[in-house]
């Protein structure tokens, strides 16, 4: 008798236990994959933050986003209300941990979807891990061509990449020939991981065949000590235009060596990355005015979308959203997007929704003109604007419909 | 007159190359102890000229002083703290406690300082001047002949002055030193302040031309290993030796055959050198 008493007790408890987890939705697990620690730090930690604002706007309801996806829910409303939780990685610029990582979120953390991962030179080996195991994988910032010319399926790149920046630059320079600007010859100086030799070889034969002649290219150790060759081999070819595809740190110190060496091409553009690191800015900002740069960010009015998204950044961090980390909030948003559609965390069902995608221009926090994938998983209707650094800002000034300012002629630099 | 640039600026990077070396060398000479947190010695002095300049609007003087003080004091305590207990130990013991050292200093400074790259505000080093139709960076300038001068300095500390006999005798024969009336223990731990000291400087030097992020030690300790290897373990000229002639390798074939080359010539003549001479430049076999 007391014996079935007991028993009794015990079925009632399990059966509460079991109603009330029943009962609190369940958790979406995304990974991302950044470097957190190494020379791309900072970088990695204003994405890390960007992704963070992200997360709360998708599980907290914001009305004054209603145009976003997701931005005026609590949770996934297809998925019951499920909320999103990030798992952040640190690859710390190194692809083998990248991979380790990689592998590390799909099986143990058991993650439903990756993204990452900065550095190209990660990326690559990072994704075909997660192509092995069947997870999606939302590319939100690399920009190397390799990623998605390999056959697989389940890698998903919402940002632009090496070849839509090469016609960018190529569009922003032959209408700046057509005007009374002078530009003829080129250099690209990169440094020499996968990003830098693909994008930069990409640029380069872009304005080739665009009819620009390509005065030197300057491959170069993104960690070196010391830039002034590098500088002084621009100096002796004296293009009309450098194109720089650099980190933050050879970023840094290019500048500086310009300063030093009193020399710079008549126009410096730099390849976002290390230029639009908030680092660049804050230490070198002074001496680098009227560089240029490209990107899809643009704050916006005061009331708009963007401009709180921007207000919520800052107020976390203290500074404004770079391009960047905005990219990967919007391929954070596009990921989730598509798995709210899904309506499932299977990976298949993911799989096809993100395939099926199609966003409107509206629907977008980045100036991209929407959000539409083909069958390698490049975004078709990514784009970029070109900007300049004028005081502690970015203007934009190419193309015409989106320009708020004109470009400077020729790098002011220090002077 | 780009030949000239491009050799006065090897010159005077090798310089500070040969400061950081200096201290690296005359530990691994002295003690047969592999200190892999050399580099983020250095990279304590780059923070601590920072923190001066910043919380007490120090000039380059004081924060170099600054940064050599707490780094001889920081030398001396890893010493007694870790270093003493770990050289009884295997090889390997010490090998990775200096690692694991580099790895806790390198991640605290993470932790206080955060990733972001910072650099020197508004430093009286700015600037260049221009000699003889070339222009050089002052702080660069400044750098480098001070870290010529302190490095013959140590030289001749360690061998002329009676405070460096007693360090090399302990190096030399820890026995007979005793018997000689000397502490090994305190003569250890003075090389060790000496050198992180060294260290110190050449971080508060460089950071007034290059910029601070708490993972800058990777790549300087990588710099220091070679040039030590190069000159010779325990030989404070030889690691100045081999500090300049691996600044103007570095300049030279970087802008003669190519930036992306200039660590490929490096590693090769160092591989050349190594198998012609093991010992290094000037070291003792």
Redesign the interface.
């Known amino acids: 008798m007391r014996n079935m008493l007991v028993c009794g007790v015990v079925l009632v408890l399990l059966g509460f236990s079991a109603l009330a987890q029943a009962g609190a939705p369940p958790v979406v697990k995304i990974g991302v994959i950044e470097p957190l620690s190494g020379n791309a730090a900072a970088a990695g930690q204003a994405t890390k933050a960007a992704i963070e604002v992200a997360a709360d706007i998708i599980n907290r309801g914001h009305p004054e986003l209603a145009r976003l996806p997701l931005g005026n829910t609590a949770g996934m409303p297809n998925l019951g209300g499920a909320k999103v939780q990030v798992i952040f990685a640190d690859h710390q610029g190194n692809p083998s941990v990248g991979q380790s990582e990689t592998l590390r979120l799909i099986t143990q953390e058991k993650v439903v979807a990756l993204q990452g991962a900065y550095h190209s030179s990660v990326t690559v080996p990072a994704t075909a891990v997660a192509e092995r195991y069947g997870t999606p994988w939302m590319v939100g910032d690399s920009s190397s061509l390799v990623i998605n010319a390999r056959g697989f399926k389940w890698i998903f790149r919402s940002t632009p990449i090496g070849s839509n920046y090469a016609e960018a630059y190529l569009g922003f320079l032959t209408d700046l020939s057509k005007s009374s600007t002078k530009v003829r010859t080129f250099a690209i100086v990169n440094e020499n991981t996968e990003y830098g030799t693909s994008v930069g070889g990409e640029i380069r034969d872009v304005l080739v065949k665009g009819g620009f002649t390509l005065a030197v290219q300057v491959p170069y150790n993104a960690n070196s000590m010391d830039l002034s060759a590098e500088v002084l081999q621009l100096k002796q070819k004296d293009p009309d235009v450098a194109i720089f595809i650099s980190y933050t740190s050879d970023a840094l110190l290019f500048t500086k060596t310009f300063k030093a060496l009193d020399y710079s091409p008549r126009m410096v553009i730099g390849d976002d990355t290390g230029f639009s690191d908030p680092s660049y800015i804050q230490n070198v900002g002074d001496i680098a005015q009227g560089v240029v740069n490209r990107t899809a960010w643009d704050i916006g009015k005061p009331g708009s979308a963007t401009y709180r998204i921007n207000e919520m950044y800052k107020a976390k961090t203290g500074v404004n959203l770079d391009d960047t980390s905005g990219r990967n909030m919007q391929g954070f948003f596009a990921l989730m997007e598509a798995i709210n559609r899904a309506g499932s965390t299977q990976p298949e069902a993911i799989r096809k929704a993100l395939a099926e995608t199609n966003l409107s221009p509206n629907q977008l926090m980045m100036g991209y003109r929407g959000i539409r994938y083909d069958a390698t998983g490049m975004n078709t209707l990514a784009s970029t604007y070109v900007n300049q650094l004028v005081g502690k800002e970015y203007v934009t000034i190419w193309p015409e419909s989106a320009a708020h300012g004109s470009l400077t002629w020729p790098f002011k630099g220090w002077r | 007159m ?1 030949a000239l ?2 050799v006065v ?1 090897g010159l005077l ?1 090798g310089a500070v190359y040969a400061l950081f070396s200096s201290g690296l060398t005359l530990i691994w000479g002295m003690m047969n102890v592999v200190n892999f947190a050399h580099g983020d010695f250095v990279m304590l002095g780059m923070y601590i000229a920072y923190l001066a300049v910043v919380a007490l609007h120090a000039g380059p003087l004081v924060f170099t002083l600054l940064a050599a003080l707490t780094l001889s004091i920081l030398g001396a305590v890893v010493y007694y703290l870790l270093i003493r207990q770990v050289m009884r130990g295997p090889m390997l013991a010490q090998i990775l406690s200096t690692f694991g050292l580099a790895l806790l200093i390198r ?1 605290t400074v ?1 932790w206080f300082f ?6 020197l505000p508004g430093s009286a080093l700015g600037g ?1 001047i221009k000699l003889g139709g070339i ?1 050089i ?1 002052i702080p ?1 300038l400044v750098a480098g002949i001070l870290a010529m001068g302190l490095t013959i300095g140590m030289h001749l500390l360690l061998t002329r002055t009676t405070l460096g006999s007693q360090i090399l005798a302990v190096s030399e024969d820890r026995q007979a030193a005793m018997l000689m009336g000397i502490r090994p223990d305190r003569m250890q731990a003075l090389a060790w302040g000496l050198a992180s000291a060294s260290a110190g400087v050449a971080g508060a030097l460089i950071a007034t ?3 601070l ?1 708490p ?1 800058v030690g990777e ?2 300790v990588l ?1 220091a290993f070679v040039v030590v290897c190069f000159g010779g373990f325990g030989s404070v000229p030889g690691a100045m030796l081999a500090g300049l002639i691996i600044g103007l390798i ?2 030279a074939s ?2 003669y055959i ?3 080359y ?2 490929v010539v490096v590693f090769a003549l160092f591989v050349a050198i190594l198998w012609v001479r093991p010992q290094g430049l000037l070291g003792t076999v």
């Open positions: 780009i640039q491009v600026g990077l991640y993470f955060s990733a972001t790259f910072v650099t260049s222009l960076g660069q031309f290059y910029y992020t993972t790549s300087l710099i570095q300049a970087a802008y190519g930036p992306v200039k660590d």
